[in-house]
């Protein structure tokens, strides 16, 4: 969303930036690394880590800084107030009460896909697939799925001047390539994703459309290495997903 320039508190968007900048990669950052990872000055990077260490949304033992549970907060409070969470959730327990396999539903969100519903096993992959885990969107099944719902000029954009990573020796990587596995995508409306985020998990997605034909969401069945065959997974789980979207239309 555009906001007039007049409109945007720069303050209040620098301290989400330094909320932002805590990942699995840096769990804990001092005054510098903030300011580098927010892209503000070392003093405002200051104020805003005391400002949220003060409020209660990061702790610290004086030098480095840390998240607090206290951010949780903000989750918590999507996962119970918005509707698409819960438009899913019913559909996807009563998919994993008939396999053993895992469900998800993400939506897109920058470089990454959010899972914003799941059912199903927690130890599918290694790391495990949680309410609000954020994957890179371009080696998952969901991801891609909705990078190709996108119109041709956002995809454009999205992909202009992007340095795909190289999360394993499956992930595709190079621009024309990615291209036209997301053209694929596109033309036959589910994607399969075999180790390209993670060695031993293979992954079916479908879109969830709206009754306005927008796409909203991503549907995917995750699988250990019980189901690496492509064709057996779509001819068992396909069926099962394009139903599941086909029930979930009405509802988004």
Known sequence: MEIDKADLIEGMARGLAVLESFDTERQRLNAT??????????????RHLLTLAHLGYLETDGSHYWLSAKVLRFSGSYFASARLPRALQPTLNRLASLTPDSFSAAVLDGDEVVIVARSGPS??????????????????????VLLASLARAELNAWLKGRDLARLTLRTTVEPKAFRALLE?????????????????????????????????????????????????????????????????????
């Open 33 to 46: 690394l903030a300011a580098q990872r927010a892209g503000i000055t070392r003093a405002a990077a200051r």
């Open 184 to 252: 694929q995508v596109r033309r036959q409306d589910w994607c399969f994703a075999s180790e390209e985020h993670e060695l031993g998990v293979h992954a079916l997605a479908v879109p969830l459309r709206d009754m306005r034909g927008r796409t909203v969401a991503a549907l995917n069945v995750v699988a250990g290495s019980h189901r690496a065959d492509k064709a057996a997974l779509a001819r068992e789980m396909l069926p099962v997903l394009l139903d599941a979207a086909r029930e979930l239309r009405p509802l988004l």
């Open 123 to 144: 130890r599918v992959t290694a790391y495990g697939v949680h309410l609000g885990a954020r994957l890179p969107a371009h080696a998952t099944s969901t991801g891609r």
